[in-house]
């Protein structure tokens, strides 16, 4: 060998045995705690999610359990290890191969590819003693009364990719979150604390021995302010509608009944064929009509223009305006149902006459519409504890030259003043507007939770300076539009409860007019406020009617 190559060989020789001087003794421990991270293993142990119950203490959602097979995707021989476990849970190697590829986070993280409820299969499982192959308990949600309670409660699901932004807040890789309803809303105080298992492996991902465990805790329980029976009455009360009944204490903003028809169940959307029935069922069961739809008001907001009338000095009780079935306003005719001949303000609301309102909004102008509209809480989301809440739409001067770059008219200072137009309201919202009647002279919060584990859930009531005379006046002729033989809701006085309230018709670009009625009553020294809206009913008469099933039902579950 020549000079220059044994001169190469003995450098080579000398980095070689550096560099491992460098690994062994220098990087040594450094070392040695990597190989050991490579046989310990972290198995993360779900925590149970709280229960929820309705105001009466029954539950309506519990944990069950299941238990998850998972892999490790990092083992050789994968493909033969599953065939093994398939064998043994009777199942397909090919779904369990494909549910593989599906849940793959990280190589050393276990990839579910198997959930059952049978204890004899995971038995058969464990007897195999296959490597890589770990099992564990999942807590499975589970509704008791699902299709009555579905767009209240919501449900569970494996974090998802879009919500894969919860990480940094803690959540855990597979841990269930909530999806809309009370689940997703107050998903943190549900959720608990998850824990673990620390585990030992050898080189064929056996579990060797077990190093720690960090117990899980459970999250915190909820008590709803809904109640069960009169969710179920609701439900009754439909028969063939589409639409939403609210039922609310209206000091306390409590809600008892939120129900929106049609429904679904919610195990059905985790069953593809069933799922996808309910995606293309045109009549959209997955809709919150309650808290997300928004409708043109109808007469419903008559309520507001005759408080705003009064409080502004613009009307008194007594001033009459003469309704021959039409009104001239600018080119063109606005209309009436019936030439109502001379009205005051408590015949304009229980004969719902266009032709009062008419005179009414264009004494007020469309400032001091939006000014009331606004003040009563509309145009604004209620901040009820419900996700995707819709904030409604009150629309004004400067809104329309800016968006629509068109002039304001008094034809549409007419129509906002019968609650047509543009206006657009959620019924959560319409609640909270009656509550100030209810409550002559404050608003309540609507909400859906009574205690987050021990903690009462309260939302003080806003209270607004209008003087009570003027709210008196208005509620007079609400309750005429029930106790008067006249009124458009006349069909509820034979009821069992002394009802005020507002009818409206609300014509619709898209199809019939929607039906809307609005009121509260009293009953056994409590206050509550009642909204049911029928959509493409074609008239309030089926919103009373189903306002009238509903009322019948519940005397003695109140």
């Avoid at 709803?224 to 063939?240: E, V, W």
């Avoid at 509309?378 to 002039?407: M, R």
Wanted: aromatic share 12%; net charge positive; glycine share 8%.
């Amino acid at each position: 060998m020549d000079r220059p190559l044994k001169k190469l060989t003995g450098i080579g020789l000398i980095i070689l045995l550096g560099f491992l001087f460098y690994c062994q003794l220098i990087k040594g421990n450094y070392y040695r705690e990597e190989s050991r991270k490579n046989y310990i293993r972290l198995i993360p142990q779900p925590a149970p999610r709280g229960n929820i119950y309705d105001r009466k203490g029954r539950l309506l959602v519990r944990n069950d359990f299941v238990f998850e097979v998972g892999i490790m995707p990092s083992l050789k021989k994968n493909d033969e290890i599953i065939s093994r476990a398939a064998e043994a849970l009777g199942a397909s190697a090919g779904s369990l191969k494909s549910n593989l590829k599906k849940n793959i986070i990280a190589p050393f993280i276990p990839a579910q590819i198997y959930v059952t409820s049978d204890k004899e299969k995971i038995i058969a499982l464990e007897d195999k003693n296959l490597p890589g192959i770990i099992v564990r308990r999942r807590f499975k949600r589970e509704i008791l009364y699902p299709y009555i309670l579905s767009h209240i409660l919501g449900y569970t699901r494996k974090l998802q990719r879009k919500s894969l932004y919860l990480l940094k807040y803690g959540y855990k890789i597979n841990e269930s979150v909530g999806y809309t309803g009370i689940e997703q809303y107050y998903n943190d105080y549900l959720r608990g604390s998850p824990g673990g298992e620390q585990v030992e492996v050898d080189a064929n991902g056996h579990i060797v021995n077990y190093l720690s465990r960090k117990s899980s805790v459970k999250g915190r329980d909820i008590i709803l302010t809904i109640d069960k029976d009169l969710q179920q009455a609701a439900f009754d009360s439909f028969r063939g509608q589409i639409g939403c009944i609210i039922l609310m204490d209206a000091e306390t903003g409590e809600i008892l009944t939120l129900a929106n028809s049609p429904s679904f169940a919610v195990k059905d959307l985790f069953n593809k064929q069933k799922a996808g029935r309910i995606i293309r069922n045109k009549t959209n069961p997955l809709f919150n009509r309650a808290v997300q739809g928004e409708y043109p008001l109808g007469s419903v907001f008559k309520t507001v223009v005759s408080l705003a009338g009064l409080a502004e000095g613009r009307i008194s009780p007594k001033d009459k305006f003469l309704c021959l079935g039409k009104m001239r306003i600018g080119d063109r005719d606005y209309l009436c149902e019936k030439a109502h001949q001379w009205q005051d303000l408590e015949q304009g609301l229980y004969h719902s006459c266009n032709i009062y309102f008419y005179n009414v909004g264009l004494k007020l102008g469309p400032v001091l519409l939006h000014k009331y509209a606004v003040k009563l809480g509309l145009g604004a989301k209620t901040k009820i504890d419900l996700p995707y809440e819709k904030a409604g739409f009150v629309p004004s001067v400067a809104w329309k030259k800016k968006f629509l770059h068109q002039k304001w008219y008094p034809g549409d200072t007419a129509n906002l003043s019968i609650g047509q137009g543009y206006l657009l309201a959620t019924p959560i919202q319409v609640a909270k507007l009656i509550s100030f009647f209810a409550n002559k002279g404050a608003l309540a919060w609507p909400h859906i939770a009574k205690y987050i584990g021990n903690i009462p859930v309260v939302r003080p009531k806003e209270v607004l300076a209008i003087p009570s005379k003027y709210i008196n006046e208005v509620n007079r002729g609400l309750r005429a539009v029930i106790a008067n033989p006249e009124g458009t809701a006349h069909i509820l006085n034979s009821l069992p409860f002394k009802i005020s309230g507002k009818t409206g018709t609300a014509q619709n670009p898209h199809g019939r007019a929607h039906g809307w009625f609005a009121g509260f009553f009293s009953y056994k020294n409590k206050k509550y406020v009642i909204v049911v809206f029928t959509e493409h009913s074609g008239s309030s008469y089926y919103s009373c009617r189903v306002a009238y099933n509903f009322l019948s039902k519940i005397k003695d579950l109140l």
